[in-house]
């Protein structure tokens, strides 16, 4: 990776919430260094509460860390950044009064995007994601996965360079997320966005990403870095090969002693499934 290849480039980031010596106290992240490619699509996956959001959330300049920085391009991030940076939550925050495209609109909107432009925007990136045939339903008429696409499509219309992504299908059944990451690979493919994109799945992980980013127990820092050396767009083929699998079991490897490690700080039992998805 070159310089002129980074997009976004994180040094030394820890954050804690509160202050040490209160009983409240927690240390997050600890020292946490990357640098992201211009294109890639990045998974971060690690036990929960081990920080994978609060470092999305500092990377899109809605939280700032306790100590060290990240820079988008030449900008040291201080805020957001919304001409550089989009967001896709797991809650897709659609207004249920508007219609979708009206909700895909309403950020162009804030952006003072002329109405028209706004319009054509709105329709292209719906379109991309399966809901030209939608855009004038109300968000309740639709289903969850839908939902998603329109919140997707809210974000893409706003033609930013990055998209951050936190846990956008954890709420939806397993077809669904494998339909919807099957498009997002077809989407970064035709886009060439870079996409930060945080899930508690392996499965999803080694489908999405170009590489993954193995997070250790709270305070938590990088562990490891995964190589995914499969093309865009990924077809549903992949899940079934010898690579998809030793991949997986790789880092199903690295994340168990850390899942185990943060349970029993908390002092809970971890199921199966905390290890396993």
């Given at each position: 990776m070159?310089?002129?290849?980074?997009?976004?480039?994180?040094?030394?980031?820890?954050?804690?919430?509160?202050?040490?010596?209160?009983?409240?106290?927690?240390?997050a992240?600890?020292?946490?260094?990357?640098?992201i490619?211009?294109?890639?699509?990045?998974?971060?996956?690690?036990?929960?509460?081990?920080g994978?959001?609060?470092?999305?959330?500092?990377?899109?300049?809605l939280?700032?860390?306790?100590?060290g920085?990240?820079?988008?391009?030449?900008t040291?991030?201080?805020?957001p950044?919304?001409?550089?940076?989009?967001?896709v939550?797991?809650?897709?925050a659609l207004?249920?009064?508007?219609?979708?495209l009206?909700?895909?609109?309403?950020?162009?909107?804030?952006?003072?995007?002329?109405?028209?432009?706004?319009?054509?925007?709105?329709?292209?990136?719906?379109?991309?994601?399966?809901?030209?045939d939608?855009?004038?339903?109300?968000p309740?008429?639709?289903?969850?996965?839908m939902r998603?696409?329109?919140a997707?499509a809210?974000?893409?219309?706003?033609?930013?360079n990055?998209?951050?992504?936190?846990?956008?299908?954890?709420?939806?059944?397993?077809?669904?997320?494998?339909?919807?990451?099957?498009?997002?690979?077809?989407?970064?493919?035709?886009?060439?966005?870079?996409?930060?994109?945080?899930?508690?799945?392996?499965?999803?992980?080694?489908?999405?990403?170009?590489?993954?980013?193995v997070?250790?127990?709270?305070p938590?820092?990088?562990?490891?870095?995964?190589?995914v050396?499969?093309?865009?767009?990924r077809?549903?083929?992949f899940?079934?090969?010898?690579?998809?699998?030793?991949?997986?079991?790789?880092?199903?490897?690295l994340?168990?002693?850390?899942i185990?490690r943060?349970?029993?700080?908390?002092?809970?039992?971890?199921?199966?499934?905390?290890?396993?998805?």
């Amino acid at each position: 990776m070159t310089a002129n290849n980074i997009a976004v480039k994180i040094r030394n980031v820890s954050h804690q919430f509160g202050e040490k010596g209160d009983r409240h106290h927690v240390q997050a992240l600890q020292q946490t260094s990357l640098d992201i490619a211009r294109g890639e699509l990045l998974c971060l996956i690690g036990p929960s509460g081990c920080g994978k959001s609060t470092l999305l959330n500092i990377i899109g300049g809605l939280v700032k860390p306790t100590s060290g920085t990240v820079e988008i391009g030449n900008t040291v991030v201080d805020g957001p950044l919304p001409q550089e940076i989009a967001f896709v939550f797991q809650e897709n925050a659609l207004f249920p009064w508007n219609t979708v495209l009206e909700n895909v609109m309403l950020g162009l909107m804030f952006q003072g995007v002329p109405r028209a432009e706004r319009m054509a925007r709105a329709q292209k990136s719906l379109a991309a994601v399966g809901l030209a045939d939608f855009m004038h339903h109300y968000p309740g008429q639709l289903s969850g996965g839908m939902r998603q696409r329109a919140a997707l499509a809210r974000a893409l219309s706003l033609q930013t360079n990055i998209l951050l992504m936190d846990e956008p299908f954890g709420a939806l059944d397993e077809q669904t997320r494998m339909i919807l990451g099957e498009d997002l690979s077809v989407l970064l493919a035709r886009s060439g966005k870079t996409i930060v994109f945080v899930t508690h799945s392996l499965g999803e992980a080694v489908f999405l990403a170009d590489r993954v980013a193995v997070f250790s127990a709270r305070p938590g820092t990088i562990k490891d870095v995964i190589a995914v050396d499969e093309p865009h767009p990924r077809k549903p083929e992949f899940v079934t090969t010898d690579k998809f699998t030793t991949l997986r079991n790789k880092l199903y490897t690295l994340l168990h002693d850390e899942i185990r490690r943060a349970a029993a700080e908390a002092g809970e039992r971890p199921t199966a499934a905390d290890i396993a998805t």
